[in-house]
């Protein structure tokens, strides 16, 4: 019975792939003659000699892996304040979760022209009511201000994740150990983050999933400028701007083993919380 879905979802998968690895050993040009030929295996040694190459994989690293850190971390000290008992709880979650359902290219948007502008926008604001000089954020903090960004974007989802674990704690492990006299640090370190462990993990694993692939944020802001070219993006430059579908085509096989070899060490060092 479920032989139709998993065909559906397999044909979804393997048609694209096996489309990029057939354009990744041709020469196709659309706009410079089409169909050029066979060249083996000569779009993977130019994507891999490019000197952007090592740079964009660089950045794409930097990147997710500040984004993991600033959700993690802030994730879980927003889901133990959410945790607690306060008055109109209801409407902050909803407003904590809420920046998760507003479109990447939209929150870039709001971000370089409402917070980041050098001119008008609201952090230059307040740079000056301290008397300092504001900051170009996209040009002289560009990586940061990636990070930032799409920090914003998946904070609710970590935050989502991590206080339903939290709300699963047994309470009266804490109990006891406030009865014990634990202060609230040893109880977060000894209670509570060993319960997070698992929902650590499958935050850690799905957003590096997902950020591997980050494009709209950058294509909106830097245009891949600054230190903020990602292999994403290298690879949307070399398909559509340089119109060479076959180096594009040997850079997304490249993005391929990328991904499998992040998810390979994640699930080995990170994913053993799983099994615990």
């Known amino acids: 019975m479920m032989a139709p879905a998993v065909i559906l979802l397999l044909g979804w998968m393997l048609v694209p792939l096996t489309m990029t690895l057939y354009f990744s050993f041709k020469k196709f040009l659309p706009l410079r003659g089409g169909d050029l030929g066979w060249v083996g295996f000569d779009n993977y040694v130019r994507f891999i000699s490019s000197s952007a190459f090592w740079p964009s994989v660089q950045a794409t690293l930097v990147i997710v892996g500040g984004v993991l850190l600033i959700t993690v971390v802030l994730g879980v000290m927003l889901a133990i304040l959410l945790n607690q008992p306060m008055w109109g709880r209801g409407i902050v979650r909803i407003l904590v979760i ?69 709300q699963s704690l047994d309470r ?61 993006y290298l690879i949307f430059q070399r398909v559509l701007e340089s119109q060479n579908i076959g180096l594009g085509s040997a850079g997304g096989v490249y993005a391929i083993i990328l991904a499998n070899i992040v998810a390979i060490f994640l699930m080995r060092i990170v994913g053993k919380n799983l099994d615990a």
């Open 172 to 232: 009266e492990q804490l109990e006891a150990a406030e009865m014990d006299g634990a202060p609230p640090v040893k109880r977060f370190a000894f209670i509570t983050l060993p319960h997070l462990s698992r929902a650590i993990t499958v935050v850690v694993l799905i957003q590096t999933i997902f950020l591997l692939s980050i494009f709209a944020e950058i294509f909106v802001t830097t245009q891949g400028a600054f230190g903020t070219k990602t292999l994403t």
């Open 98 to 166: 809420a920046p998760f359902f507003v479109m990447p290219t939209v929150s870039a948007l709001v971000w370089k022209n409402m917070f980041m502008d050098p001119v008008n926008g609201l952090l230059a604001h307040v740079w000056r009511a301290f008397g300092a000089e504001p900051l170009v954020w996209l040009t002289e903090a560009s990586t940061q201000s990636i990070i930032l960004i799409v920090s914003w974007q998946w904070l609710p989802f970590a935050t989502l994740i991590l206080l339903t674990a939290i």
